[in-house]
């Protein structure tokens, strides 16, 4: 489906693709998700909603009725894939009952990232049958469900506090070998890969059961960006922004063509008051630019064509199993643009608290949407 509609020097200046879907999307809720729906189902076939709410997606019902709100909220014809939140006390009936619902659960480590204070207190409940994430995680793998991996420890084994930059090698070292052990059968998607060792850990192992979902701002930053001149809250995220080498390994897993990697935006909107505060909120808005800042990272590595479109449109959506042959498709074009600052208040009066920064307000963008 892929097609180069225009080319200038044998560089793609445009093309068209088929509509992609988002395995990583945070839309929100109330004012904010009236801002963000939009932008996400112009690009975006369907999305995976991430559930961390407040308070959190925690049954069929209230995912259902999220739902009706992310419908009411997007464009017609797009397909919102709803996921429970694990905490320590989700009944396994509960994920049972889900099963029509939602299509994953989403693992957050206790603390370590925005809104996972009912998350998971002791990682080792996944691998330890008797405890209710143990019997949540079984029964999801009977009803062919995927489960979520936000892939970081905040402990070693010890007891000991790991340094951020040290959670998704320690979890991909010490936890996930025991999640895939425990649920042989259990479809694991590790969210937002962030590290070179997350990136060998996939290579090896990935799968029909197995595979990771990565974020364009892990293919378009590394820690100098973060750190450049002072802190840039505006470019601050959980997992962290590691160091350039673990940059260039998931440019090279995004374009080697590997079934089990695809797109997962993490878009994550605060408003500026929460980023620009004593403790800044990790997440960034990345819906207004969601295909085309990927397109900028493959355009970097010459893989500006059919891989770009199995790893935005197709691999995703075999391994969840969402079965559907449309034939919807987006073209996008090679012209600069800048973001705005952008406000989510309906009525205008608090301008001040419901302003947010998209990602590289004010800076160029490479590629545009064609209306
Ligand atoms: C996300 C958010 O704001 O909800 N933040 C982030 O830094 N990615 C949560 C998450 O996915 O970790
Ligand atoms: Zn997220």
């Known amino acids: 489906m892929f097609e180069v509609l225009g080319r200038t020097e044998g560089k793609v200046t445009a093309f068209r693709m088929l509509k992609p879907d988002d395995w990583h999307q945070h839309m929100r809720d109330g004012d904010m998700l009236k801002l963000v729906g939009p932008m996400v189902s112009k690009r975006f076939y369907s999305a995976i909603i991430m559930p961390n709410l407040t308070p959190p997606i925690t049954t069929a019902q209230q995912a259902f009725e999220y739902r009706q709100r992310i419908l009411d909220a997007t464009e017609p014809g797009f397909i919102p894939l709803m996921t429970l939140y694990l905490t320590d006390g989700l009944d396994p009936e509960e994920v049972r009952k889900s099963h029509n619902a939602v299509w994953a659960i989403k693992y957050y480590p206790r603390g370590l990232t925005t809104n996972s204070d009912s998350g998971v207190k002791n990682p080792a409940d996944l691998w330890t049958p008797g405890t209710k994430p143990y019997d949540c995680l079984q029964v999801l793998a009977e009803q062919r469900g995927v489960l979520l991996l936000h892939a ?84 601050s995220w959980m997992p962290v922004i590691q160091p350039p080498e673990h940059k260039e390994a998931l440019r090279h897993l995004a374009t080697a063509d590997k079934p089990f990697v695809w797109l997962g935006s993490d878009s994550a909107p605060h408003p500026r008051v929460k980023k620009e505060a004593a403790c800044c909120a990790s997440g960034v808005l990345m819906a207004h630019a969601g295909i085309e800042l990927y397109a900028e990272a493959f355009e970097d590595m010459k893989a500006l064509d059919n891989r770009f479109e199995r790893f935005a449109s197709l691999n995703g959506r075999k391994f969840f199993g969402f079965i559907n042959d449309h034939m919807q498709t987006i073209e996008l074009v090679r012209e600069e643009w800048k973001p705005q600052p952008l406000f989510y208040a309906e009525s205008g009066e608090n301008l001040d608290v419901s302003e947010l920064v998209p990602f590289r307000l004010g800076e160029n963008i490479r590629w545009k949407l064609a209306a």
């Open 152 to 235: 970081a420890d905040g402990f070693d084994r010890a007891g000991a506090e790991l340094d951020p930059y040290d959670q998704e090698k320690h979890f991909v070292m010490h936890t996930l070998p025991e999640i895939i052990k425990a649920h042989p059968r259990l479809k694991i998607s590790v969210e937002h890969l962030s590290t070179k060792w997350g990136a060998d850990f996939i290579v090896t192992h990935g799968g029909e059961y197995l595979g990771c979902s990565l974020t364009a701002h892990h293919l378009l930053l590394d820690r100098r960006d973060v750190f450049r001149g002072g802190f840039h809250p505006h470019r």
